[in-house]
């Protein structure tokens, strides 16, 4: 038993060494293609809060193909190490490409990968992180497995976290038809009262968004709801007036 729980341990830790590499050398093709000058716009556009390396979204996903061409996709059992090793690196755009290798995999996440979405949410958080993933990942999830959407709504959108809760509010942008807009209302109201500028844009957002597929319910809640703040106001109606 001893001699087999040793096997065990030192297999993953060969495993997370393979993996660690993998991280590495994307680490290795960023670091030969930065631009301290785009890197100071780009920090500065982000309120100086992240580092950068100056790569912009065009050749970032360039090389993030190029890459792929010639390592290969990971394993998915190995991709939450993977996204969790590139979540800690001091440069923004290895965030980016942790986001873009998820959605090569978002018909394939398992249930318990909620808790590393959770993870990437509340760390180092900021919108354009957070909403990518409360559309496109959370969204996903809670689309197939309704357990785990019941489990984490609940806990979600009581949370002191204001980025899990604008998550509640943002996961549906995509669903179109598929929205329930009843519990986006529900949602909605929760958070009424709330002076923070992500909440309200988010509110805003939300109601705008499925007003491109059904713009009556969202002018009667608008009308109604009068205790909705104005930035919320006036993103629902940007294009119903």
């Known amino acids: 038993m001893v001699s087999g729980g040793r096997d065990l341990s030192r297999r993953k830790e060969w495993i997370e060494a393979v993996m660690s590499d993998y991280v590495k050398k994307i680490e290795r093709l960023f670091e030969m293609n930065t631009d301290p000058v785009q890197a100071a716009q780009m920090k500065k556009y982000m309120r100086d809060q992240f580092e950068y390396l100056g790569i912009k979204t065009p050749l970032s996903k360039a090389l993030q193909n190029e890459f ?6 990971p394993e998915i059992a190995e991709l939450d190490f993977i996204v969790r090793e590139l979540w800690k690196l001091p440069h923004r755009e ?20 909620i808790k590393t979405i959770e993870h990437l949410i ?17 969204g996903g999830m809670f689309k197939r497995y309704p357990d785990i959407k019941t489990k984490y709504l609940a806990k979600w959108r ?4 204001m980025w899990l809760r604008r998550t509640t509010l943002l996961f549906q942008l995509g669903y179109k038809t598929d929205t329930d807009f009843a519990l986006l209302c529900k949602l909605i109201q929760e958070n009424l009262g709330s002076d923070e500028f992500f909440i309200n844009k988010a509110i805003g957002w939300s109601l705008r968004q499925y007003a491109h ?8 809640f608008v009308k109604t709801t009068r205790e909705l703040h104005p930035l919320s106001r006036r993103e629902a109606m940007k294009h119903l007036e």
Do not use: C
């Open 158 to 161: 009581r949370s002191k976290n």
């Open 122 to 138: 509340v760390t180092d958080s900021w919108w354009d992180t957070v909403d990518l993933i409360a559309s496109h990942q959370v």
């Open 213 to 220: 597929i059904n713009p009556s319910p969202v002018r009667k």
């Open 94 to 113: 290895y965030k980016y490409v942790a986001m873009r290798l998820l959605d090569k995999f978002e018909k394939k996440l398992a249930p318990q990968f």
């Open 68 to 73: 792929y061409a010639k390592y290969g996709l």
